[in-house]
């Protein structure tokens, strides 16, 4: 069956530095297009950034542009979050998500995604 599955989550100081993986199998990754979303507590999931099946295009949320980065290594069937500059308002549970459509179009909308991890914790202190 599918799984993907977050690592890295933490507790990063305001102004650090953090990378998020996403680590798949149980399908065939470069025929998915991938994204990540965040929930902080009380809010609901937002999406943050999203990549195209060879990581040519990427697209990203205002809040995080210029200081995120996504990525992804189909050989290793693995996604990256690469987060710079952290703000106290970046604290949430990270979620990667997985979806077999054929067109980028909805790419920032929850429910086109056909799998989810279970999330991993970033938390940035002030």
């Known amino acids: 069956q599918v799984q993907l599955v977050e690592s890295g989550g933490g507790l990063v100081q305001a102004g650090g530095s953090l990378r998020v993986s996403c680590a798949a199998s149980?399908?065939?990754?470069?025929?998915?297009?991938m994204g990540w979303f965040r929930q902080a507590p009380g809010k609901e999931r937002e999406f943050v950034a999203a990549i195209s099946w060879s990581g040519v295009a990427t697209y990203y949320a205002d809040s995080v542009k210029g200081r995120f980065t996504i990525s992804r290594e189909n050989a290793k069937n693995t996604m990256y979050l690469q987060m710079n500059s952290l703000k106290p308002e970046d604290t949430a549970v990270y979620y990667c998500a997985a979806r077999l459509r054929k067109t980028g179009s909805g790419y920032d909308v929850m429910q086109t995604y056909d799998y989810w991890g279970p999330g991993t914790q970033v938390t940035v202190s002030s």
């Open positions: 149980g399908l065939t990754f470069s025929n998915y297009f």
